[in-house]
């Protein structure tokens, strides 16, 4: 989940299936920054759902932001061609 206040202040959390379906030992990607969730304050947030050891291989929520920053900055250069 993300959550923006009327200050423009941002937060994202996200959850597990709980310690009932946990494998012991195993860290999900949840906790990990990029993969359940992710913020950026100048770019936005992005959450994921979906497959935990797949989510924590690939960083969506991290990579979707970084990949916006990066059309962003393209955009103004690409504009004036």
Same mark, same amino acid.
């Given at each position: 989940?993300i +959550?923006i ?6 937060? +994202? ?8 379906h *946990?494998? !012991?030992?195993?860290? =999900? ?5 990029g993969?359940? +969730?992710?913020?950026? *304050? $100048?770019?936005? =947030? +992005? !959450?994921?759902?979906g $497959? =935990?050891?797949v989510?924590? *291989? @690939?960083?969506?929520? @991290?990579?979707?932001?970084? @990949?916006?920053?990066?059309?962003? !900055? ?8």
């Amino acid at each position: 989940m993300i +959550a923006i206040d009327q200050n423009g202040n941002m937060a +994202a959390g996200s959850s597990t299936n709980g310690l009932n379906h *946990k494998i !012991a030992g195993r860290v =999900g990607d949840s906790p990990i920054p990029g993969a359940g +969730a992710y913020v950026d *304050k $100048d770019v936005g =947030g +992005a !959450a994921a759902t979906g $497959d =935990g050891d797949v989510i924590l *291989k @690939f960083l969506p929520s @991290f990579m979707l932001l970084s @990949f916006s920053v990066k059309v962003t !900055a393209l955009h103004g250069p690409l504009e004036w061609l």
